[in-house]
């Protein structure tokens, strides 16, 4: 006899739930929401409204949150003490995660992120995760070897500069402020956000490099 060769009170054919390559998580999640709607614990429209929210986040609004810091250490003061704080200043949406502290690449350290055990991420400010953040090999071997994973993104530290791997949680995330490209002295504030990648947000790259002028 089979596994699903039982009776459970109700008769359907028991083809596994799934959608393509979907986690295995998903039909769980699915069911879980299917529930919480039936208790009325929440709304499919809330559901739907928290998804269309974080969708419609995008790295821009860090990318905006780095370029002011630039150009302003005061705010990047207050960008390094309260992330939160520092977008609802530049009228962005912070979201409700916590806490996000920003931290600062500079000559000496450089800061990258990690969620060991699973993808926190600063999504209000930087969008969804990519899928490699949320990959089992970058969560361990961030720790591991950080300097073989940065190497494999393309970053090339001295010896001498300090890497600091910060391990994000459901209480506190992070925000990489990458250094400033050389040459970006004349550059706009705009022009500058458009230097910064997803990528260098989370310290596994450097910003763009400005376009040579002429
Ligand atoms: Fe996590």
Avoid: Q
């Amino acid at each position: 006899m089979s596994e699903h060769d039982h009776d459970h009170g109700h008769d359907h054919p028991h083809a596994p739930i799934t959608n393509g390559d979907e986690p295995a998580a998903a039909p769980r999640v699915r069911a879980l929401e299917e529930l919480l709607v039936e208790k009325g614990v929440i709304a499919r429209e809330d559901v739907r409204a928290r998804i269309d929210w974080l969708v419609s986040r995008s790295p821009g609004d860090g990318a905006r949150l780095v370029a002011r810091a630039w150009v302003d250490p005061a705010f990047k003061a207050r960008l390094l003490e309260d992330a939160r704080a520092a977008a609802l200043e530049l009228g962005l949406d912070p979201g409700p995660s916590p806490v996000v502290v920003g931290v600062e690449n500079t000559a000496d350290v450089h800061h990258m992120v990690v969620c060991t055990l699973c993808s926190c991420y600063p999504r209000a400010l930087l969008g969804p995760p990519p899928d490699w953040y949320k990959s089992l090999p970058y969560r361990s071997r961030a720790v591991s070897d950080p300097r073989g994973v940065l190497s494999e993104f393309g970053v090339e530290l001295d010896d001498d500069v300090e890497v600091r791997v910060l391990d994000s949680t459901a209480d506190i995330r992070y925000l990489v402020i990458p250094r400033r490209p050389d040459g970006s002295d004349g550059m706009t504030e705009e022009e500058l956000a458009s230097l910064v990648t997803r990528d260098s947000m989370i310290g596994v790259a450097e910003p763009a490099a400005p376009a040579p002028v002429g």
